[in-house]
């Protein structure tokens, strides 16, 4: 087998998440390739949970309707996911609950004790290792590599609970091979162990802003971005930074204004409730022309929605919430290693423009473990834009400097306080070039048409989007984020010996790069829109900047489940068969 799709599942709080880790860490150390998604209620323990790990001699990254091996801790767990296990899986599952599956399944349980011996070892917890245990039988994998990384795992937490996690997984172990029906196994193909990262989107994007040079990172805690904050709160003290945990969004958004105002690179990260809080604060970036990097890892909503669930339904509040006509630019990863050089780069580009730069995240790119080959350090650059120079500074009279000037780039120079001469006021209410306050109609106009000016040459920047495929494709496919992932895999299947089919995804969202993505539309024969939400927002996105998507559909999908690569496929040989038939 090429690749093994293992699944475990039970009651929210049982421990699921560190189980789905150790066999997702285990197998990417041994040199496979992993994508680890889960599904979790909006509870802090109860509730059903799943956790599936694709295990591949070949990059995957992205979800799969079929499982191979379904690791039972409840009922329930059976009832919804054994229709899921392919002929030739088989299901192992804890005895004490007297598994049963549905009549002319045709599948092996594996039925142990798993809650008995945990009980057994002082320590009812560690039933979940009594089943990594008995996968490592099943799955032929030597127990001693789940050993070692246990024992890493939990050395921080005394030997004690490291030999009590150890003997589940020996007894585990043996008492999945003690019932194991003969022939029942899987193998995968051997791999060289490779120095590769497994690693989410927010830790991607925690290690990004690092490397671009925030030294500030303000938030509140929301579901799917806290891993952001957590992860800098162990990295931005060691280089000088801090985190501050606020009291609320208005908060967080405000104090990463004030310290970029006053010269440092500061960042927030929160989902769809908090960013529209954020809304006015950023206008008041925009008008003031303040650097400000926000993430927004998108959810299920509106409102409190399905905060556990991963959408893409955000875009366009990212690009216009807010009042009035506040210029930002919004961009959109859709890889880990993406993840780390947009938010690198999202910090050159907040003070290069002076304007809010929101990094439009999702919730399957921020949480869900991908096997990641190498980040781009070696490209992350520093760029802090037009300051003025001080010996510019200097030699002005006190009071003279223009922070606002109307240039032909639409770039103003900006001074940073502490310049002698330079400018101290910053004010969300329209002003002159020189920064105080004016309702004169004719400088409205100048500095709205200023402002505009300097996003104009990203329209043309072809660097906005990334095209795949051939020059005249029969399909294009287009797309955003983290389904890009299902649907690279997707036409890789189909191959090209039927269609030519192009991949376009958007980098960046806004300022729309409708030049390179008119040009891709206007050279296909087909178009079809693939989106996590309701309204093919990509779609009318395009339509407004004056693109025709006359020749286009849209697959769409905002239930909280996953695209899967057999989704698209389905979705292209759908449509094309009924073309040859008509």
Not at 151 to 171: C, H, I, M
Not at 516 to 525: D, T, V
Request: hydrophobic share 40%; charged share 20%.
């Amino acid at each position: 087998m090429d690749q093994i799709a293992w699944k475990i599942g039970g009651d929210q709080g049982e421990g699921i998440d560190s189980t789905g880790d150790v066999i997702a860490t285990v197998a990417s150390r041994m040199g496979y390739f992993v994508y680890g998604y889960k599904s979790f209620s909006s509870r802090i323990k109860g509730g059903h949970t799943h956790y599936k790990v694709r295990i591949a001699d070949h990059p995957v990254r992205s979800a799969v309707p079929e499982t191979h091996v379904l690791v039972a801790l409840t009922q329930e767990t059976i009832d919804r996911s054994v229709h899921e296990v392919v002929p030739g899986g088989a299901v192992i599952a804890d005895e004490g609950f007297q598994p049963s599956l549905p009549d002319g399944c045709g599948l092996p349980l594996i039925a142990i004790p798993m809650g008995r011996i945990a009980r057994e070892l002082g320590n009812p917890v560690v039933r979940n290792m009594v089943a990594v245990g008995a996968t490592s039988a099943l799955l032929g994998v030597p127990l001693a590599r789940y050993e070692a990384y246990v024992s890493l795992k939990f050395e921080g937490k005394g030997q004690g609970v490291v030999d009590v996690n150890l003997a589940a997984l020996r007894a585990g172990f043996e008492a999945a091979r003690a019932v194991l029906p003969d022939g029942l196994g899987f193998t995968l193909p051997e791999v060289a162990e490779k120095g590769r990262l497994l690693m989410t989107g927010n830790e991607a994007i925690a290690l990004g802003a690092l490397a671009g040079g925030c030294r500030i990172m303000a938030a509140y805690p929301i579901t799917p971005a806290s891993d952001v904050m957590e992860n800098l709160v162990g990295l931005l003290p060691q280089h000088g930074g801090v985190v501050c945990q606020m009291e609320d969004e208005i908060a967080a958004i405000t104090l990463v204004i004030g310290a970029s105002y006053a010269g440092a690179r500061a960042m927030t990260a929160t989902a769809g409730p908090g960013f529209s809080l954020m809304q006015e604060g950023m206008g008041l970036a925009a008008m003031a022309e303040i650097p400000a990097v926000i993430v927004d890892c998108q959810r299920s909503g509106p409102s409190t929605g399905m905060p556990t669930k991963s959408e893409q339904s955000d875009i366009m509040a990212a690009i216009f919430g807010g009042h009035g006509e506040g210029g930002r630019i919004v961009l959109s990863p859709s890889t880990v290693e993406e993840a780390f050089a947009d938010t690198a780069e999202a910090f050159n580009l907040a003070e290069r423009y002076q304007t809010p730069v929101i990094i439009a995240s999702d919730l399957a790119l921020s949480e869900w473990k991908q096997t990641v080959e190498h980040l781009p350090i070696e490209k992350v650059t520093i760029d802090r834009g037009e300051i003025a120079p001080q010996d510019f500074l200097r030699h002005l009279q006190r009071g003279s400097f223009d922070r606002y000037a109307l240039t032909d780039s639409g770039i103003s120079p900006r001074s940073l306080p502490g310049q002698p001469h330079g400018q101290y006021l910053a004010t969300g209410v329209e002003h002159l070039p020189s920064g105080k306050v004016s309702e004169d109609p004719r400088n409205r106009k100048s500095e709205v048409d200023k402002r505009a000016r300097k996003f104009q040459p990203l329209i043309d920047d072809p660097t906005g989007v990334d095209y795949e495929g051939p020059a005249t494709p029969d399909l294009l496919i287009a797309s955003f984020g983290s389904v890009t992932g299902a649907i690279e895999e997707a036409i890789a299947t189909i191959g090209e010996s039927t269609l030519h089919i192009g991949r376009l995804k958007v980098r960046r969202l806004w300022p729309f790069p409708a030049t390179a993505f008119r040009k891709c539309l206007e050279a296909a024969g087909e178009v079809m829109f693939v989106e996590q939400n309701s309204t093919s927002q990509l779609r009318r996105l395009s339509e407004l900047v004056g693109i025709d998507t006359s020749h286009a559909t849209s697959l769409l999908r905002y239930d909280g489940i996953l695209f899967t690569p057999q989704e698209i496929q389905a979705a292209i040989r759908s449509r094309f068969a009924r073309q040859e038939v008509s």
